[in-house]
């Protein structure tokens, strides 16, 4: 009797509830479709990113002229918008240097050759970002973030701020170059062509004192 009633009690008692199951919406693709790269990384600096980037370093500027010292800024709307366009551009075209693509043309090796050579070849650049993707990435990041300082200080119009933005601008442009384009450009390479300056002045009959001038 005591088993029965204790087997009843067992089947009588409820069954644990079943775990609630996640009712989350399913995550985004962070891309809408593929990206296929269609210049080179050479080529994209030079189309896009470069000329872009002139709407933030040429927006402030002195200029020395006839009449005098000419200081340029943005005064108008039109203005701001050119800036605007060149941060905008440049802070999204930065992120396309992420897409895996050739460094240069095809039969283009920069200057990497020869025992004076201050340029890394494609083949060097690309083992150097594969060698150490992080700091590739954090230098588009360093360049993205200046873009974006450069759409926050237009939107505010603070042209005084706008001097600080072209100075951050070349530093993150120089920084990376240096890093990936011509490291070789260092204080030993500028050493060398001012002893190879000096060298051709004095050859030079012009840089030569005791050269005489010759008989017509």
């Known amino acids: 009797m005591l088993l029965s009633a204790t087997i009843a009690a067992c089947s009588s008692s409820k069954p644990a509830p079943a775990p609630?199951?996640?009712t989350d919406p399913p995550q985004a693709a962070a891309l809408w479709g593929d990206l296929k790269p269609v210049v080179s990384?050479?080529?994209l600096m030079k189309y896009m990113i470069d000329p872009v980037s002139d709407n933030i370093f040429d927006a402030v500027g002195t200029t020395v002229t006839k009449r005098g010292v000419v200081d340029v800024e943005p005064k108008t709307e039109e203005d701001w918008d050119k800036i605007r366009?060149?941060?905008?551009?440049?802070?999204?075209?930065?992120?396309?240097?992420?897409?895996?693509?050739?460094?240069?043309?095809?039969?283009?090796?920069?200057?990497?050759t020869g025992p004076d050579a201050v340029e890394l070849s494609p083949a060097q650049i690309t083992a150097k970002v594969e060698r150490d993707p992080v700091e590739w990435n954090a230098r588009i990041e360093a360049l993205?973030?200046?873009?974006?300082?450069?759409?926050?200080?237009?939107?505010?119009?603070?042209?005084?701020?706008?001097?600080?933005v072209g100075e951050n601008l070349d530093k993150a442009c120089e920084a990376c170059h240096r890093s990936y384009w011509y490291p070789g450009e260092g204080a030993?390479?500028?050493?060398?062509?001012?002893?190879?300056?000096e060298e051709f002045r004095g050859q030079s009959p012009r840089g030569n004192g005791s050269a005489k001038p010759q008989k017509q």
């Not at 973030?145 to 701020?161: G, I, P, Q, Y």
């Open 41 to 43: 990384v050479k080529e």
């Open 144 to 164: 993205r973030n200046v873009a974006l300082e450069a759409l926050d200080v237009a939107n505010r119009k603070d042209v005084k701020e706008l001097w600080d």
């Open 188 to 197: 030993e390479f500028y050493e060398k062509l001012r002893r190879r300056l």
């Open 20 to 22: 609630a199951q996640r």
């Open 85 to 112: 366009i060149g941060a905008v551009s440049l802070a999204e075209g930065a992120y396309l240097l992420k897409i895996r693509r050739p460094f240069t043309p095809p039969g283009d090796e920069n200057n990497s």
